[in-house]
């Protein structure tokens, strides 16, 4: 990592409040370089509160672009941080209206040149597509990092039409803690507490609305750039890693938007920024990369990045399982167009007749963390234990090495003795020692095998035809390895179980694995910088002598056939920020089920989050809990929030809801 002290540049910071129309001002902090020319604005707009949460990670890019002639902002999401009016759910219309409404403000500043970018990781990736989807007219850029397309499909809550357990909770549980922190005294003086109290009135646990539409309605359609391409008129530059659950947004957007508009880069990373340096690199230097776009788009220099390939994606080598790895082995490629003329789908028949696929209930938990955030235990270990439980089919590597570079497909001709269950299919590369590493997964509600729009119920004893498509991946499987396709009726905690599935009879004769292979050929180079950043903040993580919890610890209970995961997600712990704040956050989840019991599936977070200034002798703390069960007919949900100010109870209060299982 090169850490930049001298710039083209020298720069100003202030924070300042933005208005909005109706009066509510959001906080803003603004990074510029000092000239009297004006410069284009570059926005990252979201709800992780800028004076504390992603402070060490806003330091590291927006002084950066100030130093390289931009006025960079970030702004926090109305009701979040210390900015005002009440917090909605996510990426409602309420957001994205004053998004708009911001991106009209920084153009008018009289330092600002009147044209506008936006970027962001996640939560800000998303925003910045879809406010770009609205086409505010000073908004010719964008660069979305690790976001989605289509809400429903490729996000948080369900993938395949199944119920996404192991986020769909995790996520509801971890945004109601954050949505209950408070301002800061020091930006909102003396009335930060009846500001917080207020919003506390206001909160309602995603999770009764997230589960409340378990089809793709329009709930899940608005903010989807999918539903209208043409909608989107800026420059976007679309960024994703191997390991982020949301990779196959680049793939699409690089198809559908108008190629004189888009470029798209895959690399092997988590769900982080590419220059930060987390597990698993090679990291790139992404701040120098996305500059080149902003010169371009914003500037008008030619930088020669739309002469760049469409798609430039890595392509990962051969490697043994681990939950972590620091640099994947590989290569850089580059493709003209998307679909590629460079790629084929290759169809593997699966053969052996009639099998019957009856995963216990438990497998699925060595599926790695649905989010990976390059911390150690986030990866899947090796596979031979869920391939056990599932039914597997293998294709040797024979003479030259295989490379693919997609989606894989799925059709399994199946037949179901009940209404409901699903299929889950797992791509691994198996080494000659047997080692099995997971290269992608895809799964299917069989309730949603003719859309994720709607819910058949499976005559049973009726045999259909199926497709899943698997997640996105760039691989090379060497010769003397083995192609395996495992397929399996469950996979908890990833996948909510459904209400009596009994799994399902798979016919291997009248069923394929189809490949998307990449001619191998010499590509031109592709090369990136070396990391680049700002000077870090100087946030300090004090020492402390107490064991911490695994990252993820699986308990099995023999007697009882159960078991249990336990995860600590290891999002930050305890920090002391430059200007004396202590912030420290505690979570723990987990993830229960019987080996025989779908009806057994439960889920709960625990969460503690404390914001203390000694100097000022403000001390909050936050205490939340989050379970869902479910019966044949019901989700269950349960969640609680305690917050105290000084160690007095100021707000408490809890809600029981039934949700009907409707698709789910």
């Known amino acids: 990592m090169n850490i930049t002290t001298e710039f083209p540049y020298e720069t100003t910071r202030e924070d300042v409040y933005i208005p909005l129309p109706g009066g509510t001002r959001l906080y803003a902090r603004i990074w510029r370089p000092l000239t009297d020319e004006p410069v284009p604005a570059l926005l990252e707009y979201l709800p992780y509160r800028l004076g504390d949460w992603t402070a060490p990670r806003d330091w590291q890019r927006h002084p950066w672009y100030a130093g390289h002639g931009y006025a960079s902002v970030r702004v926090d999401v109305r009701g979040h941080g210390n900015s005002e009016g009440l917090p909605g759910d996510e990426y409602d219309a309420r957001e994205l209206t004053d998004g708009v409404a911001v991106v009209h403000w920084l153009a008018q500043q009289e330092w600002c040149s009147g044209r506008v970018g936006m970027f962001g990781i996640s939560w800000g990736g998303f925003n910045s597509l879809q ?43 971890t945004m109601l803690a954050f949505v209950c922190r408070p301002p800061d005294p020091e930006q909102v003086g003396d009335g930060w507490k009846e500001m917080w109290l207020e919003r506390l009135e206001a909160v309602e646990p995603f999770i009764h609305t997230w589960l409340a539409h378990q089809s793709r309605d329009d709930y899940w359609k608005h903010g989807s750039v999918c539903e209208d391409y043409g909608a989107v008129k800026a420059h976007v530059l679309a960024v994703g890693g191997w390991h982020d659950p949301y990779r196959d947004t680049v793939l699409r957007l690089v198809e559908h938007l ?34 080149r776009w902003w010169d371009q788009h914003l500037k008008g220099k030619e930088t020669g990045v739309m002469r760049e390939p469409l798609l430039r994606s890595w392509i990962s080598g051969s490697h043994p399982p681990a939950t972590v790895y620091e640099t994947l082995p590989g290569r850089w490629v580059g493709d003209a167009s998307w679909p590629s003329e460079n790629i084929s789908p290759v169809a593997y028949a699966l053969r052996g007749g009639e099998r019957i696929v009856a995963s216990p209930q438990q497998t699925g938990l060595d599926a790695g963390r649905f989010f990976p955030f390059g911390n150690d235990a986030d990866l899947p270990p090796d596979q031979r234990d869920e391939d056990a439980k599932s039914v597997s089919f293998e294709f040797p590597v024979e003479d030259a090495p295989i490379e693919i570079l997609g989606r894989p497909r799925v059709k399994l001709r199946i037949r179901m003795d009940v209404p409901r269950g699903q299929a889950i299919a797992r791509l691994c ?27 058949d119920d499976w005559t049973p004893g009726e045999t259909e035809d199926v497709v899943l498509d698997l997640n996105g991946i760039g691989h090379t499987f060497p010769p003397g390895h083995r192609i395996r396709l495992a397929v399996s009726s469950s996979y908890w905690p990833w996948i909510w179980p459904q209400a009596g599935s009994a799994g399902f009879t798979l016919d291997a004769d009248g069923s394929l694995v189809e490949l998307p292979v990449r001619r191998r050929a010499e590509d031109p180079p592709i090369t990136f910088g070396e990391p680049e950043q700002s000077e870090p903040l100087g946030v300090v993580h004090p020492v402390t002598l107490e064991e911490p919890h695994p990252e993820r610890l699986v308990v099995r209970d023999v007697a009882k056939g159960e078991w249990r995961l336990e995860v600590d997600p290891r999002y930050g712990g305890t920090r002391v920020y430059p200007d004396g704040l202590e912030f420290t956050e505690d979570a723990l989840e987990t993830y229960t089920i019987q080996q025989d019991d779908p009806l057994s599936a439960r889920t709960r977070s625990d969460w503690r989050i404390r914001l203390h200034r000694p100097e000022i002798a403000w001390d909050v703390e936050i205490e ?41």
């Open 429 to 455: 590369d198996v080494a000659p020692d047997g080692s099995s590493t997971l290269v992608t997964r895809g799964a299917l509600n069989l309730a949603a095998r003719h859309g994720r729009d709607r819910t």
């Open 258 to 291: 108008d190629p004189r508009q888009v470029r798209g880069i895959i690399g092997p990373w988590s769900h982080q920024y590419p220059d930060r340096g987390l597990p698993p690199g090679p990291a790139i230097g992404f701040l120098q990369e996305t500059l």
């Open 624 to 664: 939340t809990r989050s379970e869902i069960a479910a019966d044949a007919d019901d989700f269950i949900t349960s969640n609680e929030v305690i917050c105290k100010d000084g160690g007095e109870i100021v707000f408490h209060r809890t809600w029981e809801k039934r949700i009907p299982r409707t698709a789910g």
């Open 131 to 173: 406010i770009a989807a609205l086409a505010p007219e000073p908004l010719k850029a964008v660069v979305t990092v690790c976001s989605t397309d289509d809400r429903y499909d490729n996000d948080v809550h369900y993938m395949g039409g199944s119920v996404l357990a192991v986020d769909m909770h995790a996520w509801a549980a």
